[in-house]
């Protein structure tokens, strides 16, 4: 009896305990305790400053990667005429990702194909991808195939041919100088509005760049393509109520080689192009970056080169490079003189450069130019001897 009246006596103090209110271990002055509460509301305020900073930062950012200050651009002088083969939409194996206030996405220049001259790029978006094929022919640079979800890589350079959009759409043409205009779509029609010398965006500084404007039904399109990089702005401007949408290039990354690093060239190789007709001398000095696999045939290098230099169209082929000991041999397929003649240096310009240019690369004096194995003739100029071009010096005279 005694032990349970023990037990009730522990029990009521340790409900007594529990209901008195718990007091700290150590009790703090008034003073400390301010001075505690106010080290904490300073460490808050820290905190959130430096996420308001990070905010800020982020939006000054954003703010930067999407401007786009064309009012300040200068205009190249009236008259300026520049080569269309400079303004393909994408260079390959770069990635160029475009970005606005509401939206983004990547745009990865896959390939060229050497023999159509086919450019490819793959557009990457949130929800989904979307691969274009584009052709330079006839004076014009066409989008001609779209395909959804295509398989990363994958030529789509026969399902263009066999399967191709119509109409196409046709981004840019001849001649590349103000006033220009041509058919969009077959119902819209676009011109070149400007050309800018030189503008400075978050991706970079850029120059010559070629001012587009199409009037869509419910839109003004407005492109701006940059000599030797391809499109750097959109500016979408809705007809109804003014409001703009500009899609801005923001960065510019290179797309690593799939093939053994080992095995490729990459040059950067000084080469000629004609000057525009009626301009001495006849030839000037250009640079590119000229890349091959050595232990393969190099016809797909030269070719891309005279495709992208506008020197073959699209529809022609380079059939064979023959290197001997003093004489390199070029064949192509029949048409290459036509092709020549879309140049606004026509073949009298072009046969030089591509003579010239292929001589120096392989340290030759003489090339061969033939047409599936025949003798080339070309229209606006002839050869010392029939089928073979030497180096004239006269070429690059002053």
């Not at 509301?41 to 703010?63: F, M, T, V, W, Y």
């Not at 026969?158 to 959009?165: F, R, V």
């Not at 290098?301 to 001997?324: C, D, H, K, Y």
């Amino acid at each position: 009896m005694k032990k349970i009246s023990q037990f009730l006596c522990l029990f009521a103090c340790i409900i007594s305990l529990t209901a008195c209110k718990k007091e700290p271990m150590i009790k703090l002055s008034k003073e400390n305790q301010a001075s505690i509460e106010a080290k904490e509301a300073a460490l808050k305020g820290k905190k959130a400053d430096e996420s308001a900073g990070k905010q800020a930062s982020k939006k000054q950012k954003e703010k930067q990667d999407l401007a786009f200050p064309i009012e300040q651009a200068k205009s190249l002088p009236e008259g300026s005429l520049l080569s269309l083969a400079a303004y393909l939409p994408g260079q390959v194996s770069q990635s160029y990702h475009y970005q606005s206030s509401q939206s983004q996405y990547e745009a990865i220049v896959e390939l060229q194909n050497p023999q159509t001259g086919y450019l490819q790029i793959r557009e990457n978006y949130e929800q989904g991808s979307k691969t274009k094929v584009y052709q330079p022919f006839g004076g014009q640079i066409n989008l001609i195939y779209e395909q959804e979800e295509a398989k990363a890589g994958e030529d789509l350079s026969s399902a263009a041919q066999t399967n191709p959009i119509v109409p196409s759409y046709t981004l840019l043409a001849e001649p590349v100088t103000v006033g220009t205009t041509w058919s969009y779509d077959q119902v819209h029609q676009s011109s070149i509005t400007a050309i800018y010398e030189s503008l400075e965006l978050a991706a970079g500084q850029f120059k010559n760049i070629v001012e587009v404007t199409t009037k869509l039904d419910n839109e003004t399109m407005i492109q701006y393509f940059a000599e030797n990089v391809g499109l750097i702005a959109t500016r979408h401007i809705n007809s109804n109520d003014g409001k703009e949408e500009i899609l801005v290039l923001a960065s510019i990354e290179p797309v690593k080689a799939k093939s053994d690093a080992a095995t490729n060239q990459g040059l950067h190789v000084t080469f000629s192009s004609p000057n525009p007709a009626g301009k001495t001398p006849l030839l000037v000095a250009k640079e590119t970056d000229f890349k091959y696999n050595p232990q393969e045939d190099p016809v797909g290098a030269w070719a891309q080169l005279f495709l992208q230099e506008g020197w073959m169209s699209g529809q022609n082929r380079l059939n064979q490079v023959i290197v001997e000991d003093q004489i390199v041999t070029l064949d192509f397929a029949p048409g290459i003189v036509n092709g020549m003649n879309l140049n606004p240096a026509t073949d009298a310009g072009v046969i030089p450069a591509m003579v010239k240019s292929v001589a120096d690369y392989y340290k030759v004096s003489q090339v061969k130019l033939t047409v599936n194995g025949s003798i080339m003739a070309p229209y606006n100029i002839k050869p010392q001897q029939p089928g073979i071009w030497t180096v004239d010096p006269a070429w690059t005279k002053e």
